[in-house]
């Protein structure tokens, strides 16, 4: 199937695949990066990354002290395709969730594996999305969007 991928929407309710990442995204309508991915097997853990591409071409976590926008424990396998949608936020220590600033993106999905032992490299996959732009006309909307 292609997947996990980088998506869009399509504007009426689905995601199509963007595995290019030649996409930038405007934050508003639905307009927001989403990963498209399908569980063959059940997981153990979920963790999502959003990292900020430098204008060197280097990556650093939009909020390392926090580091992950999202994980999930215990997940089933996939019926079908799913999809992540990210608005662009995210959390922080003891206080409200932030939002990124227009930019350059990515995102990493990790999965453990089954039975898997965290502390062991070998038993995460991971996919790291393309890197995509992020123009939001009306950036002061931040996680209310």
Same mark, same amino acid.
């Given at each position: 199937?292609?997947?996990?991928? *980088? ?50 071409? +280097?990556?650093?976590?939009? #909020? ?31 206080? +409200?969730?932030?939002?990124? +600033? #227009?930019?350059?993106?990515? *995102?990493?999905?990790?999965? *453990?594996?089954? *039975?898997?032992?965290?502390? #062991? ?25």
């Amino acid at each position: 199937m292609g997947l996990p991928a *980088l998506g869009i929407s399509d504007g009426a309710g689905s995601v199509l695949l963007d595995p290019d990442g030649d996409h930038t995204y405007t934050m508003q309508d639905g307009d927001i990066p989403y990963i498209a991915y399908y569980f063959g097997y059940p997981v153990e853990r979920l963790e999502i990354q959003a990292y900020r591409v430098t204008r060197g071409g +280097k990556t650093k976590p939009v #909020n390392p002290a926090v580091s992950l926008i999202d994980a999930a424990d215990h997940l089933g396998r996939s019926a079908a395709p799913e999809v992540y949608g990210w608005d662009g936020s995210y959390p922080r220590k003891g206080t +409200k969730p932030r939002t990124v +600033k #227009n930019g350059d993106y990515l *995102l990493e999905m990790r999965v *453990l594996k089954p *039975l898997g032992d965290p502390d #062991n490299p070998d038993h995460w996959e991971t996919f790291t999305s393309p890197r995509f732009s992020i123009d939001d006309p009306d950036p002061r909307s931040g996680a209310t969007r």
